[in-house]
T-cell receptor, first 112, second 111 residues
């Protein structure tokens, strides 16, 4: 049963620290998405990749967030420096083309 | 106007009831549509795709109305386990593929 995996599942850190979240997409999928979900904003698209190339990151705060896909089996989302307002659940999802996405279990980030 | 809008609810219905949600979208160039279900503190999971001809899966029926730019989800014979948040997703097609999620509609099915 192929699944998207994300690590860590929970992260508590202090303001100013660097946070790196990792995602392993489903093998064979060519699109990868990063989302942030909060009660106030709902599910926001931060970035997405197709065939490892970044296609859109307009939803991502550029000054502190960065997203990369060093290879087809790994996507990373980094926050440096982290702030309390970054506290949220971060989801990675993968898919193929314009079809449905499959979500990972998420990383619950708390920045103190 | 938001790109994808949903009534947040909650819709509070008894077991066995039929309930319907709508989701409106603003971009007429949207080409693919989906319904996801999200349980509390869990990830969204695909419920069903929405085809131009409609789509039915057991108690669930999804329909697309391009003229009025909305999709709908109908749940018949509601179960307690249907309690969740239902998210609609609208994708632009072609090279500008960008998925946009609605804020979700909360459904509570009570005994």
């Amino acid at each position: 049963d192929a699944r998207v995996t994300q690590t860590p599942r929970d992260k508590v850190t202090e303001m100013g620290q660097e946070v790196t979240m990792r995602c392993q997409p489903i093998l064979g999928h060519n699109t990868v998405f990063w989302y942030r979900q909060t009660m106030m904003q709902g599910l926001e698209l931060l970035a997405y990749f197709r065939n490892r190339a970044p296609l859109d990151d307009s939803g991502m705060p550029k000054d502190r967030f960065s997203a990369e896909m060093p290879d087809a089996t790994l996507a990373t989302l980094k926050i440096q420096p982290s702030e309390p307002r970054d506290s949220a659940v971060y989801f990675c999802a993968s898919g193929f083309g314009n079809y449905e996405q499959f979500f990972g279990p998420g990383t619950r980030l708390t920045v103190l | 106007r938001k790109e994808v809008e949903q009534d947040p609810g909650p819709f509070n219905v008894p077991e066995g009831a039929t309930v319907a949600f709508n989701c409106t979208y603003s971009n007429s160039a949207s080409q693919s549509f989906f319904w996801y279900r999200q349980d509390c503190r869990k990830e969204p999971k695909l419920l069903m795709s929405v085809y131009s001809s409609g789509n039915e899966d057991g108690r669930f029926t999804a329909q697309l109305n391009r003229a009025s730019q909305y999709i709908s989800l109908l749940i018949r014979d509601s179960k307690l386990s249907d309690s969740a948040t239902y998210l609609c997703v609208v994708n632009l097609g072609g090279g500008s593929y960008i998925p946009t999620f609605g804020r979700g509609t909360s459904l509570i099915v009570h005994p």
